[in-house]
């Protein structure tokens, strides 16, 4: 007897997922197919690509079989395809509500937590699950970032991409955040006059230091994990280009050289900053500059409690050493406050001679 369900998943895992999908669809449409057959057209659309037609699909099937935790835990997976990483979590969990022991949704709910950074939270899902290869190399790789001496790039772009709807309202607000403006005064002391430069804003963020800064820029590029952010700077229509991309990545690529390269409240999610001021030394052209903000540690670097990484100063000028800058200005600064209390930090230029 012929097995429609087994046909369309032999097809998805031969390549051939288009054929798959149209072959569900017309048994669907045909009043012949049931929850399992809107399972696997949703897997054969997200195996061809067509994310949002999965999500479509998802949907009507949750809506026909709302106590399914398969057809929930597809609707999670197309959401997770989609990036979509805290209601993709959220249909994991529910699934997992119905059928504590559904082992797809909780591995996927792992998978999800741990491409949001958050290595702790994913291997709770995982630990309880039978070990397997994929299982075991997503432990492993949720050891190594909470071993990094970084934050995770997946930590960085879900954090952000939460906080963008308000970020500005909430930054110049409740948290006193002053870094754009203690760089530009620091700008003022050290390369005073400076005009008409090219300026490189890594982790710009909404744009708010990029704002502070556009009056001295002939050209204005931007950088950052988060693409919510960006389409928030983009809409300030002071940028010549944006691009979603790690700091570091941005760095290394090929491209012009800057009068100015621009991290407010950036560097906080770096520990280890050897190989960034590196890619900044190459980066800036003669007579560049690196203005940044950091907050305070004793010495070396540290992770602070709220997830976010110190440096010392004396860390900072060996780092700026190590990669050929001079250090032009330090100075406190306070670049934010918490719990009402002004966070200790430093505001740096370190200058290509």
Not at 307 to 326: F, I, K, Q, T, V
């Amino acid at each position: 007897m012929d097995d429609p369900i087994a046909d369309a998943e032999a097809l998805i895992a031969a390549g051939n997922a288009q054929q798959a999908a149209a072959d569900l669809r017309a048994r669907l449409a045909a009043g012949r197919g049931g929850a399992l057959a809107r399972i696997t057209l949703v897997k054969a659309l997200l195996a061809s690509g067509e994310t949002d037609a999965a999500l479509e699909e998802a949907r009507q099937a949750v809506a026909l079989n709302p106590d399914v935790p398969q057809v929930i835990t597809a609707l999670g997976e197309g959401l997770l395809q989609k990036e979509n990483l805290p209601l993709a979590i959220a249909e994991f969990q529910r699934a997992l509500r119905l059928d504590p022991e559904y082992a797809p949704a909780r591995l996927l709910a792992g998978r999800a937590w741990l491409q949001a950074g958050e290595a702790d939270k994913a291997l709770e899902y995982f630990e309880a699950l039978e070990p397997s290869g994929e299982r075991d190399a997503m432990i492993a790789r949720a050891h190594s970032i909470k071993t990094a001496h970084r934050s995770d790039p997946g930590y960085v772009r879900h954090l952000f991409d939460q906080f963008a709807v308000d970020y500005d309202q909430r930054m110049t607000g409740p948290l006193s955040y002053a870094a754009p403006q203690i760089l530009a005064a620091l700008a003022d002391l050290v390369m005073p006059g400076r005009e008409h430069i090219s300026v490189l804003d890594l982790g710009c963020g909404t744009g708010l230091a990029g704002q502070a800064f556009h009056a001295r820029a002939a050209r204005m590029d931007g950088v950052d994990l988060s693409p919510a952010m960006i389409a928030k700077a983009r809409a300030r229509n002071i940028y010549d280009t944006l691009v979603v991309a790690d700091l570091e990545s941005a760095l290394v690529a090929q491209g012009d050289a800057y009068d100015l390269i621009l991290a407010a409240d950036t560097l906080v999610y770096l520990g280890d900053l050897r190989s960034l001021f590196g890619h900044v030394a190459r980066r800036l052209a003669p007579d560049g500059y690196f203005l940044f903000t950091t907050e305070k540690a004793g010495q070396g670097y540290e992770l602070g409690p709220k997830r976010r990484w110190r440096h010392s100063e004396a860390y900072l000028r060996e780092m700026a050493a190590a990669a050929g800058l001079n250090v032009a200005g330090m100075m406190d600064a306070a670049p934010r406050t918490e719990a009402g209390q002004p966070v200790p930090g430093l505001a740096v230029a370190l200058h290509r001679a």
